[in-house]
């Protein structure tokens, strides 16, 4: 993974001193709350309902056992002794007093960590595969691209204030993990005749006015593409709306303007560059960059592993385990392993000290020392040995971290809700473990098959309802918490949003109505091959809303 | 209000004439004065008859790009920031200063703040005024920052360039 050289290490800690400043001259009142608060935003520092909340970005949701371990220490020392993983494959804190804030960040900074533009209307953490550079079906590892996308955008003098937050994925697999068609801009990693670019999407988004991302150019090389980005950043930062923000982010201005005026825009932005503006990085840095991603030293194993067969053999819950949780890799007698932060009855993405530990040993000890954070607030161990498996099972298991439910339906997307956040409208955590509850038998989970529920406690959708194969929205109806159930939404290659099927529901009816929309689900299907998903493609929505409002 | 350019505060010899108000031959007092992009234009273009200001300021909405054929007789161009929220100016001023290699008195007005000075410098202002910053505080949040990461209109090497 990427490790900080000294111009790296310098930026991190200039950081530190210079938000300490600003704490104390917010602490001595010279600064006034409101020119602070885009300050310690832009810092990841929220005021939420009970405490400050701080954010602390994970570039491209990767991390070092080092690394993991010091978050550990600070969900201890600083918090309730537990953190809480994020969808932009960041960790946050939720009970961090704002004068510890500063020694937080210094004793991240030791670790090359740092809560840089994690919040704030500004250009945040680039996300990516959480299988990047392990993936049988990546073309190449976009990890290096999303590094030289992180420094270009640290601290760019001319996008600290935009509209409003802009979030960019890099995906290099045709079955697109990092949801990049619901991103400000995504990018998609193509070869063409020898020579690596990016296809790029712009305007996509979820929250209030969800949108499925614009193709503005197909191809763009890649010692081009940040030129490209400055491009697509200044027509935004001009030209995108401020006198209202929930119509400030990108993907109105891509709207409004209609795709064709929109690309006229960007591609004039883009010729009138002149050749002294150009980046011009060059060629040996890439490189640099790259090196650091190099594939681990993975010794040759065989295909099919003796041990992890007849551990399977004796353990049909290990075995259920190794169906459910692994992902191919590209090295034979190898797999991604998914340790399931969605256990039943735990917020979703919750994980307390000792589990970070527990984490960082095993990838220390098995993984390589690389460790993942999903989009969908799992983490992941990208490099594992078939052979290791039931090592690395038994000590998850016992920590509670055993869940065999990766892309299943308990293995929702939850964001923190009313109990934590206070833009939402509804509490979103206790619904979902209602509706976990229906689903906690293993083999019924499993026979289910892959069906993503997410869950947003407000129109905000940071919990992602809209591109949830169900999608579950909070909403305040004269103080009462109803439910709008969505149908449909997915955050991959086939990207589409979920639509609602109509009226809220009661908290208390929500579990039941999902088990009768899985139960016909399981009653249509061609074959246990046929998922939820193309069922319902199939079949329209008509059927399912009836079975989601039938009566008990 | 405080004018500090190049590491020192100085006296502003310069006086902005809003639109609608009467441009004398020889300006206020202190002879220097600036217009609006708009009256500017104007007056170039002979819609308004009067003595043709050196000094521009633009609004955020303003479009840089007309300014480009005058740069050279301009001496100042103000660029406002209403709210510091609004990014706009500092792309107007990476386009007069990057794009156009404006040379001039690039000057940040309105809503400046300390902590907005180091990105202000980066995209090519090189004086401010403010009444929320003295100058020992500017000289400060220039300095806060001994690494960058991307070329901008000021004249720091980024990261990529010091490590080759």
């Known amino acids: 993974m990427y490790r900080y050289d000294q111009f790296d290490a310098r930026i991190v800690a200039e950081r530190v001193a210079q938000f300490r400043g600003q704490v104390a001259r917010r602490l001595s009142g010279e600064l006034l709350e409101d020119e602070f608060k885009p300050l310690r935003l832009q810092n990841g520092v929220y005021l939420q309902l009970h405490a400050y909340m701080l954010r602390i970005a994970i570039p491209y949701g990767q991390l070092s056992p080092v690394q993991l371990r010091c978050l550990a220490e600070v969900a201890r020392d600083y918090d309730r002794g537990f953190g809480h993983f994020t969808t932009r494959q960041n960790i946050q804190f939720n009970w961090v007093a704002l004068k510890d804030i500063p020694d ?5 900074a030791e670790v090359e960590m740092h809560a840089i533009q994690t919040s704030g209307n500004c250009i945040r953490n680039t996300t990516t595969d959480h299988f990047a550079g392990a993936a049988q079906d990546e073309v190449l590892d976009p990890r290096p691209w999303c590094e030289i996308i992180r420094q270009w955008s640290t601290f760019h003098p001319e996008f600290a204030f935009l509209p409003r937050k802009f979030k960019i994925a890099v995906t290099a697999a045709e079955h697109d993990r990092a949801a990049i068609r619901v991103h400000d801009v995504g990018l998609h990693i193509r070869q063409r005749d020898g020579v690596t670019g990016f296809e790029v999407w712009v305007g996509g988004g979820q929250g209030r006015t969800p949108v499925i991302a614009t193709l503005v150019n197909p191809f763009v090389p890649e010692n081009q593409i940040l030129d490209y980005l400055e491009a697509i950043m200044r027509v935004y930062n001009r030209y995108g709306r401020r006198d209202n923000k929930y119509k400030a982010r990108i993907k109105i201005l891509v709207t409004e303007l209609g795709d064709a005026e929109y ?5 004039e932005e883009f010729a009138a560059q002149r050749a002294h503006e150009k980046i011009d990085m060059p060629a040996e840095e890439i490189a640099r960059i790259h090196a650091y991603f190099s594939p681990p030293g993975l010794a040759e194993k065989p295909a099919v592993s003796k041990h992890l067969e007849s551990a399977k053999a004796a353990d049909p819950a290990f075995a259920r385990w190794t169906r459910v949780n692994l992902h191919p890799h590209k090295a034979q007698g190898y797999a991604s392993v998914t340790v399931s932060l969605k256990p039943i009855g735990i917020a979703p993405g919750d994980a307390t000290d000792t589990q970070m530990e527990l984490v960082a040993d095993l990838a220390e000890k098995y993984g390589h020392g690389d460790i993942r954070v999903s989009h969908a607030q799992n983490l992941i161990l990208p490099h594992v040995a078939l052979d290791d498996l039931p090592e690395i099972y038994a000590a998850l298991d016992a920590a509670g971290l055993g869940a065999a439910n990766e892309s299943r339906i308990t293995d929702m997307i939850v964001c923190p ?37 997410n869950v947003s406690g407000c129109i ?11 999608g579950i929205l909070g909403v305040d109806k004269k103080g009462e918490e109803f439910y709008q159930i969505l149908l449909g939404g997915r955050a991959d290659e086939k990207a589409a949003l ?19 929309v899985v139960e016909f689900y399981r009653t249509q299907r061609t074959s246990k091959d046929e998922k939820f998903i193309d069922t319902l493609e199939r079949l329209g929505h008509q059927p399912f809303q009836e ?6 | 209000m405080p004018l500090i350019k190049n590491g020192a ?4 010899e310069w006086t902005f004439v809003p639109d609608g108000a009467v441009l004398r031959e020889g300006g206020p007092e202190k002879g220097k004065v600036s217009v609006s992009l708009a009256r500017f234009l104007g007056l170039k273009q002979g819609q308004e008859n009067g003595p043709l200001p050196d000094g521009v300021r633009l609004g955020p909405a303003d479009t840089a790009e007309d300014l480009e054929p005058y740069l050279s007789e301009l001496s100042l161009i103000e660029v406002d920031f209403p709210r510091y929220t609004d990014g706009r100016g500092y792309s107007q001023a990476q386009l007069l200063r990057r794009r156009y290699q404006y040379t001039g008195e690039l000057r940040a007005v309105g809503h400046v703040l300390r902590d907005q000075i180091f990105y202000m410098h980066r995209s090519g202002f090189d004086a401010y005024v403010t009444r929320r910053a003295g100058l020992s505080e500017i000289v400060e949040a220039l300095k806060e920052y001994s690494v960058v990461y991307q070329p ?10 010091r490590r080759s």
Do not use: M, W
């Not at chain 1, 905000?460 to 169900?470: E, L």
């Not at chain 1, 079975?547 to 008990?552: E, H, I, N, T």
């Open chain 1, 104 to 108: 937080v960040l210094e004793k991240l």
């Open chain 1, 263 to 267: 690309i006229r825009q960007v591609e």
């Open chain 1, 417 to 453: 809700g009313l109990d934590y956040c206070n833009l939402a409208n509804a509490r979103s955590i206790p619904v979902s473990l209602e509706v976990q509850k229906l689903f906690a038998d293993p083999a019924y989970e499993e026979d289910i098959g892959r069906l993503h529920i």
């Open chain 1, 460 to 470: 905000n959708a940071c919990g992602h309802h809209h591109v949830g194969h169900i």
């Open chain 1, 498 to 516: 979920g639509t609602i099927v109509g009226p809220g529901l009661k908290a208390d009816e929500v579990p039941g109505a999902i088990h009768r």
């Open chain 1, 547 to 552: 079975a989601l409002y039938a009566a008990d």
């Open chain 2, 9 to 12: 505060e100085i006296a502003n």
């Open chain 2, 152 to 161: 901008a209109a000021d004249t720091s090497p980024p990261a990529f360039r």
